[in-house]
Nanobody, 128 residues
Framework: QVQLVESGGRSVQAGASLRLACVGSGRGVGRFAMGWFRQALGKDRELVAATNYLGAARYNHGAVKGRFTISRDNARDNARTTLYLQMDSLKSEDTAMYYC?????????????????WGQGTQVTVSS
């Protein structure tokens, strides 16, 4: 069983930076595809960024426009991984609940429906 626990969300002013973290634990999680999603109040959940186990990344450029960076740090035994989302130049439209997700795939996964494991979310609020 894979568990994902996010942290790092809080209230900030526009223009600030935040780094979210997601600790994933479970057998083989270090070789899973992972991603960050967000859901604003009243809106659908959307992909922010995704990465494969090697750290290659893909972004929803329409949403983050080069301001966010996804990265990960895998434990040697692949039973633990930490996924990060560095968010710079935050805007009020970035306000949302941010979720970490994992899929037992060695290739990149960008479709929400292909993710099997989800964290509980961490709230980011950006005030202008």
């Amino acid at each position: 069983q894979v568990q994902l626990v996010e942290s790092g969300g809080r209230s900030v002013q526009a223009g600030a930076s935040l780094r979210l973290a997601c600790v994933g634990s479970g057998r083989g999680v270090g070789r899973f595809a992972m991603g960050w999603f967000r859901q604003a109040l009243g809106k659908d959940r959307e992909l922010v960024a995704a990465t494969n186990y090697l750290g290659a990344a893909r972004y929803n450029h329409g949403a983050v426009k080069g301001r966010f960076t996804i990265s990960r740090d895998n434990a040697r035994d692949n039973a633990r991984t930490t996924l990060y989302l560095q968010m710079d130049s935050l805007k009020s439209e970035d306000t949302a609940m941010y979720y970490c997700a994992a899929s037992p795939s060695i290739t990149m996964v960008t479709s929400m429906n292909e993710y099997e494991y989800w964290g509980q979310g961490t709230q980011v609020t950006v005030s202008s």
